[in-house]
């Protein structure tokens, strides 16, 4: 490049980036999908609670499928929500649905045929008041990637999965990162005796299989969706703190870390104002493989049953949900759950390559 010597190194840095294919596919990939996580409930076509409208008589649909609905208003009224109220958990439905074949409509009744899959004997009669119809009762739904086994859409639960990834992602990262740079730094800055307890502490949770510590950290916290992304985030500092170490011990001693010494700066202001942001790079190319990594954990612990509880939506569930019909004609259930998570974690991995190389001084 003829230019790096009048530019910043985060110029430089992102040209170098822009010119990785697979990097610039995979960040607009990941922004893509971050988007469609916060925005979720805005675009998805079950925008209730956790997307969890069930609807037994159309379950395990194919994708494409087509139905007619009768709403029904419920017993008690449903507020609207506000705009923020919606967009973090959704807005619940004023109805009830049935899927029908027919309808007899009377002067003060309607009988209502429920939708009948096989075709097969009398239909299912239900006798529903006019009084409890709205104005536009009858609607058309169609689901283009069917439904699950209790008749929920699965490609509102499939895009509404995207948003615990990016959290679980997101918040264990921060907290490994965090831990790390002060686990690492006080090993890296101060050495000797502290040094040696620091590398102690990290080699024994070294040792233990992520996994394993997870799984006791989970049972330890219980269950739940905020107990995750603590558990998560409490095995992968390790990594972080193990590279902040070395990169202060070979930093430390340089000029600028004299000089404020020399300057009476205390050694709080020396780590964090001076020698951590001469470090970010590599813990930057870091972060991004532990955002994978924590994605494919909290799937694994949400196939096992101790992550994300039901019924909100989680990949790693819906897999354990839907596992058994890969023998059957609808393995899509368990495989689109699964080319999901193969997909993000890649770009996770691609993003981080291209990060690495642009962040290399050394090119």
Known sequence: MKNDEILSPGQIAWRRFKKNVSGMISLVFIVLCALMAIFAYFIIPDNTPDANTQILEISTQKPGFEVDMLLVNKPTKVEKVGFFKKLWNGQPSPYRQIPFDSLK?????????IFNPERCGSAT????????LPANPVVHRKYYLGTDQFGRDFLSRLVLGTRISFS??????????VIGLFVGGLGGFFRG???????????VIWSLPTLLIVIAITFALGKGVVQVFIAVGLTMWVEVARVTRGQILSIRETTFVEAGRALGFRNARIIIRHIIPNILNPIIVISAANFATAILL????SFLGIGVQPPMPSWGSMIKENYAYIILNDAYLAILPGIAIMLLVLAFMLMGNALREALNVKK
């Open 193 to 203: 005796r502290v040094d040696d307890v620091v590398m102690w502490f990290i080699n």
């Open 105 to 113: 409509v009377e002067e003060n009744t309607t009988t209502v045929y």
């Open 168 to 177: 679980v992602g997101f918040i264990a990262v921060l907290l490994s990162v």
């Open 298 to 301: 909290e799937a694994g612990l």
């Open 125 to 132: 009669e239900e006798v529903i008041n006019n009084s409890m």
